[in-house]
């Protein structure tokens, strides 16, 4: 496959593995877009950071794209695309759960609520919530305005997780009662540091806790694409669905 400028395009191998998803729609009158190109015009827009209305020409008209990415969207495609491509992400012995701030761009603020979008000392962000596993496989993403604490969405990360028998690794942000009570309840194995200010110290692997830089490495290698690093999208949907996105194309 031919290279654009931005990002490599699927080859014929990825695109034979996932194409079932993508299978082409019947319909009567225009004839239904490529699945496959619409995917790389999509990667495009990931990687660049560029409006829809930039899209370049090869890929087709950039209005009929945007519908298509929205359709996938909403019918949750991108989200089985991650669990194709992670299958075996909740067989893994080690979870690790952090987050991350995106700086929100003026074209993606407006008055709408629940957005995901929250204001802070640096200005308009949102924060990506993650819990993965030693393959930097994520497992669970939410998002959140900017102002929202670490340890408010942990248990939404935790939904339908099995934690019999996991280490799980987190920083300080996450030690508070609530969460190893939780995680302890669950037979989970915890590895989160006590806060400064803690009376009451618990026990702590240091050495284990170093495994813990996979999530800032999958935090720097999702924002390598330039969409991630820097929120455009109005709708949280719509963010959400390129970090998937990003979260599968890392592994690629």
């Known amino acids: ?29 225009r004839p239904a877009l490529n699945p496959r190109r619409v995917l790389n015009a999509i990667l495009w827009i990931l990687k660049s950071g560029a409006r829809w209305r930039d899209l370049p020409s090869r890929y087709g008209n950039w209005n009929s794209v945007y519908h298509k990415f929205r359709k996938w969207c909403s019918q949750g495609l991108f989200e089985q695309l991650l669990k ?26 407006s008055s709408r609520k629940n957005e995901a979008i929250g204001a802070s000392r640096g200005g308009k962000n949102t924060k990506i919530h993650v819990l993965l596993n030693e393959k930097m496989q994520v497992i669970n993403v939410v998002l959140t305005g900017g102002q929202i604490n670490d340890s408010d969405k942990a248990f939404e990360l935790f939904d339908g997780v099995e934690l019999t028998g996991k280490k799980v690794l987190a920083d300080r942000a996450y030690s508070c009662d609530k969460i190893r009570s939780f995680l302890h309840s669950h037979g989970a194995i915890v590895c989160i540091p006590d806060k400064v200010n803690f009376k009451m110290k618990h026990e702590f692997d240091a050495e284990l806790y170093k495994k813990r830089n996979l999530v800032e490495r999958f935090f720097q290698r999702i924002k390598n694409y330039r969409h991630i ?9 719509c963010f959400l669905n390129f970090v998937l996105l990003a979260s599968v194309a890392i592994h690629f």
């Open 229 to 237: 690093a820097f929120r455009f999208d109005k709708l949280a949907v």
């Open 84 to 109: 194709i491509i992670n299958v075996d992400a909740n067989n893994s012995a080690l979870l690790e759960m952090d987050s991350t701030f995106c700086k929100v761009h003026q074209s993606a603020c």
């Open 1 to 29: 496959m031919s290279n654009s400028f931005y990002h490599k395009e699927l080859t014929d191998a990825q695109w034979n593995k996932i194409k079932f998803l993508f299978e082409t729609e019947k319909r009567v009158g």
